[in-house]
């Protein structure tokens, strides 16, 4: 079965840090994954997808991610964080039918930024 | 730029009680979930819906769930006798396409809670 795992439960970076978020993932083919944010009271914003092609994917405010097949990871990478960067980090592997897709999540990761 | 829309924000109900949350995906899209998220857990899958139809639903989506598109704009999660464990945040996502193609939008949420 499609499962998603994220190790850190929560991470603190000072801001002009480096982040990197982890991901792994298991699925039978090759993936779709995707990495959400997720700020209080708001609902899920899609930062970057995987779906083929190039392994490094970039997406908004800054935020690259990189497929590894051999290692079944995609973490998320941002060079400098922000203060508003803090939120949670979902990442989520496509489950595929026909009509239609199941995402399935990872549990998340808080991230706080200090300053 | 289109956005899910999501109501209400808030709903509290007491046990057994039905409760409609209810959702407008944006305009042209043909693919519809809804997702839950109960407190400090993962985002879970619930249903999947395209041609009027589920198309895909998980093992939480039981007997007391059912979605419509009454309209053809609202996307509806009706819950007859809710229960306690049902309290969670209800995400409604909708995409243009499968995810292989297309990425899922979502909404900001409700938030249910059951007494």
């Known amino acids: 079965a499609q499962s998603v795992t994220q190790p850190d439960i929560h991470i603190t970076v000072s801001e002009g840090a480096s982040l990197e978020l982890r991901c792994n993932y298991s699925?039978?083919?090759?993936?779709?994954l995707f990495w959400y944010v997720q700020s209080p009271g708001q609902g899920l914003q899609l930062l970057l997808k995987y779906f083929s092609g190039d392994t490094l994917v970039q997406g908004i405010k800054g935020f690259e991610a990189e497929f590894k097949r051999s290692q079944s990871s995609f973490n998320l990478r941002k060079p400098s964080v922000h203060w508003s960067d803090a939120a949670e980090y979902f990442c989520a592997v496509g489950a595929i039918n026909q009509a239609g897709t199941a995402l399935i999540f990872g549990k998340g990761t808080t991230l706080s930024v200090s300053s | 730029e289109p956005e899910v829309t999501q109501t209400p924000s808030h709903q509290v109900t007491q046990m057994g009680q039905e409760v409609i949350l209810r959702c407008v995906p944006i305009s042209n899209h043909l693919y519809f979930y809804w997702y839950r998220q109960i407190l400090g857990q993962k985002v879970e899958f619930l249903v999947s819906?395209?041609?009027?139809?589920?198309?895909?639903k998980s093992e939480i989506f039981d007997d007391q769930f059912s979605v419509e598109r009454p309209d053809g704009s609202n996307f509806t999660l009706k819950i007859r006798s809710t229960k306690l464990e049902d309290s969670a945040m209800y995400f409604c996502a909708s995409s243009e396409g499968p995810v292989g193609q297309e990425t899922q939008y979502f909404g900001p949420g409700t938030r249910l809670l059951v007494l």
């Open positions: 819906f395209y041609n009027n139809e589920i198309s895909e």
């Open positions: 699925y039978g083919a090759t993936p779709y």
